[in-house]
């Protein structure tokens, strides 16, 4: 990434979009600060992220939750203590709080029944599901999404669009989400910037974005094979 520069309006939905490999998911990573920037700042409430110790970082991470491409979870732990992970090592809540959190949680993404059960029993949906209710478990005011339709059928993708529709509304975060599913991307953005070459090229409402003018734009968002856009192999 060069020279990129991108503003997150508070309690909204931001989709950054872009082809596989370009930077969407580090980007993610630098929001969080597992990676840090050779130069540049990142904003975060003020503070800039980079420049944190461990200490300052991981009570900064505490206000961020985060749904990972592949949900995850702990394949050992129970539903229940892959949502509850946080509540347990961070908070001095009960056993009996922290499943009363964690049913709650689930209630959340429309999952009842299932504390006991191993990720192994579960389907690809479901795992979608729990590792998002773990990602609210803290009540973060950030929300990152890595890719949240990947790998899923399009009811089921269409299932996780309206749930992050829902939260959003709901628990009033600032979102954070990387896709390159224009559906997806239409449906849950209140602002889609576009990723390309290490920057973002162009920014604006889903109705912008859908009137583009921008070439690379265009061809991107219309998944069109001319272009722009160079495509190898």
């Known amino acids: 990434m060069h020279g990129l520069s991108l503003d997150i309006p508070d309690k909204k939905t931001v989709v950054i979009i872009g082809r596989s490999g370009c930077g969407k998911s580090v980007l993610l990573k ?9 130069s540049g700042k990142i904003l975060v409430k003020g503070k800039d992220i980079a420049k944190l110790d461990d200490k300052e970082l991981d009570e900064a991470r ?5 749904l990972f491409q592949g949900a995850a979870l702990f394949d050992s732990l129970t539903v229940a203590e892959n949502v509850g ?27 009842e029944n ?16 729990v590792g998002l209710a773990r ?13 949240p339709t990947t790998g899923l059928d399009p ?3 269409d299932i996780i669009n309206e749930l992050i529709v829902e939260l959003q509304k709901k ?15 239409y449906q ?12 973002i090229i162009e920014e604006g409402t889903p109705k912008e974005i859908q009137h583009t003018k921008n070439a690379v734009v265009k061809q991107f968002i219309k998944g069109s094979a001319k272009g722009p856009i160079q495509v190898l192999g």
């Open 171 to 185: 628990l009033k975060m600032t979102s954070v989400v990387v896709t390159h599913d224009m559906k997806s991307a």
């Open 62 to 66: 505490k206000h961020f939750g985060m």
């Open 135 to 147: 990602a609210i478990a803290m009540d973060p005011e950030i929300m990152l999404y890595d890719e």
């Open 155 to 157: 009811i089921m993708s």
């Open 85 to 111: 992970f946080a509540l347990t090592r961070f908070t001095k809540k009960s056993p009996a709080e922290i499943r009363k959190l964690v049913k709650e949680k689930l209630a959340l993404v429309g999952l």
């Open 114 to 129: 299932v504390e006991d059960k191993k990720p192994a029993e579960l389907s690809g949906g479901m795992k979608k599901r």
């Open 30 to 38: 630098h929001m969080i600060g597992l990676l840090k920037p050779d």
């Open 188 to 199: 849950i953005g209140d602002k889609i910037a576009m990723m390309y070459e290490g920057k």
